[in-house]
């Protein structure tokens, strides 16, 4: 048999199997599975929720629903990475913030920086927003209304990022997210669980500023903050 009549016979034999012949598919082995990161969308979040931060503050940017978006200069969204694992929330913008548009940029935001660096953390690595996005005048404390007006707002931020840490600076920003008018006193130094992240309440850097004498519970809610995050790798 010539190599021709031989390879027409090989051929005539395969094709009598042909229906059981399983060829396993080529494997993509161009790049390592990526984890997907699970979106927590909160209760009360800005319906439909938008499909990323960006998007959210074009959407928001010129919110006029309650006295503050008259009296404002700029409207303060936020500042740092959009997938961050920990979010940092404060009370509401002040005077640098609101002319500026970036959220603790005055000497509160300098005296963050100071103690995120002194725990090992960069300020580019975090998220950084408050429970108003408009500053109050007078840097007086935000209202029950107005903190209402803004909840869907910073809770379509928490829902977009989904971090697995946050860390409320003083006690509106603790109050808002738990719901309670414990003090301080009985809040810092906690960690607490929430909507399937862990919560962390210290006082606002603002405190610390006037009363220098009390950075060291700072100093230690940050390490505690550190070891909580080097958990989580």
């Known amino acids: 048999m010539n190599k021709a009549d031989a390879a027409r016979e090989y051929l005539s034999t395969l094709a009598l199997f042909e229906d059981e012949i399983y060829l396993p598919a080529k494997a993509d082995v161009s790049k390592p599975a990526q984890p ?10 800005l319906q ?15 919110c ?10 700029k409207f303060v969204f936020g500042d740092g990475d959009a997938k961050a694992r920990i979010v940092f929330v404060g ?18 935001g300098q005296l963050l920086n100071q103690m995120l660096s002194e725990a090992d953390f960069d300020r580019k690595d975090v998220y950084i927003c408050n429970t108003l ?4 005048p007078g840097n007086r404390d935000p209202e029950p209304e107005e903190k209402a007006t803004c909840r869907p707002y910073l809770r379509a931020q928490l829902s ?14 603790a ?36 009363n220098m004498s009390q950075k060291v519970h700072g100093d ?3 390490k505690l903050l550190r070891e909580l995050f080097d958990k989580l790798n």
């Open 36 to 45: 997907v990161s699970e979106l927590r969308v909160l209760d009360g979040s």
């Open 48 to 62: 439909p929720l938008p499909a990323s931060l960006a998007e959210l503050e074009q959407q928001i940017k010129d």
């Open 64 to 73: 006029t629903r309650c006295a503050l978006g008259h009296t404002r200069t």
């Open 91 to 108: 009370e509401a913008p002040g005077h640098d913030e609101d002319q500026t548009g970036v959220p603790f940029v005055g000497r509160a």
């Open 133 to 136: 996005k408009c500053r109050p």
């Open 160 to 173: 977009l990022i989904s971090p697995e840490i946050i860390v409320c600076l003083g006690k509106h920003a």
């Open 175 to 210: 109050n808002e997210l738990l719901g309670t008018d414990l003090p301080m006193k009985e809040l810092r130094g906690r960690v607490i669980p929430w909507e399937g992240m862990q919560l962390l309440v210290t006082y606002h850097p603002a405190y610390y500023l006037r």
């Open 220 to 222: 230690a809610d940050f």
